[in-house]
């Protein structure tokens, strides 16, 4: 595997499978304002998944479709955080949000001085994104900053960032939903 | 042969397709067009992302080369160089007056939560700056949600990238 799939994989799995995750609160959020904002965050997300796998699928001569629902599991590079299933929790989910956040920011800080202008121009353009993400993750943190169960995930979640290597015991359930679709037909397309 | 202007003029006859009051020139996706004998190659820097808009700006500016009786080759560019700031003043003003508030000029260092909560950003109905964030996030991924005081009037103001 390339030395830009080596980098560039583990990042969209990542934005892939939490863009899943986060879409489990789309219709059952808290109030109305939230569905909205964690549909519209899904929906970057899975865009910059997208964007990233193309990158990689153009230099293996294949499809982004195909990266991101054609592989196993074991496949898959994606951090153990982000296939948690947090909801209905809604302070873990948050704790997860910040974090994630925190820790895209400084990721997304050295793909923008990459070497490789195609890895460097994304990642200026996802940064341009995930700025209102960002501004989300810390208008949350400011409003829970005294509430003790959000302290709790903070506090549960922080270790786990980056923890990759084997999957969680929920990656399988999510994996047979996600890919459910190109499974059941052969080349289907978004 | 085709001109570079006659393809200008027809993709300036394309809609956006979820804000049709203004068209992909004025929202300034076109990067550029280059003609050589019967191909054209059309420069298309996407707005958001994830926008679901993607696919049907790319294939109408590809029909549309078409008609002229030119191959289209459609270079999708995923850099940088789309910014809100590249929306035409005559883009501005038809959003303006569609009710949604045009994006605020790009900063370095990139927008700030505390500016989308106090900042002046004028309603489109009244032209009044005293206006609350409501939410950051609205209808579309480019968009977000202000509530106007002066007359007590919601309206979208386009996020700037």
Redesign the interface.
């Given at each position: 595997m390339s030395e830009r799939a080596q980098l560039l994989l583990p990042i969209a799995d990542d934005e892939l499978v939490l863009g899943w995750r986060n879409s489990e609160w789309t219709g059952i959020a808290p109030f109305l304002?939230e569905d909205?904002?964690f549909?519209?965050?899904v929906?970057?997300?899975?865009?910059?998944a997208?964007?990233l796998y193309?990158l990689v699928a153009d230099e293996l001569g294949t499809t982004a479709d195909a990266l991101a629902f054609d592989r196993s599991p074991d496949e898959y590079q994606c951090s153990r955080f982000v296939e948690l299933r947090l909801v209905p929790d809604w302070a873990r989910t948050i704790a997860r949000h910040w974090l994630y956040e925190e820790a895209d920011e400084k990721r997304l800080e050295a793909l923008k001085a990459s070497d490789d202008?195609?890895v460097a121009?994304?990642a200026?353009?996802?940064?341009?994104?995930e700025?209102?993400h960002r501004?989300?993750a810390?208008?949350w943190n400011e409003r829970l900053a005294e509430e003790p169960r959000y302290l709790e995930a903070l506090e549960e979640l922080r270790p786990l960032v980056d923890g990759r290597g084997d999957h969680t015991r929920e990656f399988a359930a999510l994996w047979e939903e996600m890919t459910m679709v190109r499974r059941s037909v052969a080349g289907a397309t978004w | 042969m085709v001109t570079e202007a006659q393809v200008w003029a027809a993709l300036a006859e394309i809609p956006d397709p979820e804000i049709p009051v203004i068209s992909l020139v004025d929202l300034g996706v076109v990067r550029a067009v280059e003609v050589e004998n019967d191909r054209v190659r059309v420069e298309f820097t996407p707005t958001?992302?994830?926008?679901?808009a993607l696919e049907v700006m790319r294939d109408a500016m590809a029909k549309k080369v078409r008609e002229l009786g030119a191959e289209p080759v459609v270079a999708v560019i995923?850099?940088?160089?789309?910014?809100t700031d590249r929306i035409t003043p005559e883009g501005r003003e038809k959003l303006r007056a569609a009710g949604l508030a045009p994006p605020t000029p790009r900063e370095a260092g990139?927008?700030?939560?505390v500016q989308?909560q106090t900042g002046a950003f004028r309603c489109p109905y009244c032209g009044s700056t005293d206006t609350a964030l409501?939410?950051?996030?609205?209808?579309?991924?480019c968009r977000s949600?202000r509530y106007c005081r002066g007359c007590r009037q919601p309206f979208e103001q386009f996020?700037t990238?």
């Open positions: 304002e909205v904002a549909s519209s965050i929906q970057n997300e899975i865009g910059h997208r964007a193309q202008p195609e121009g994304l200026a353009k996802i940064d341009r994104e700025a209102y501004m989300h810390q208008m | 958001f992302l994830g926008c679901p995923s850099d940088d160089s789309w910014s990139g927008p700030r939560l989308l409501e939410n950051i996030f609205g209808p579309t991924p949600l996020k990238i």
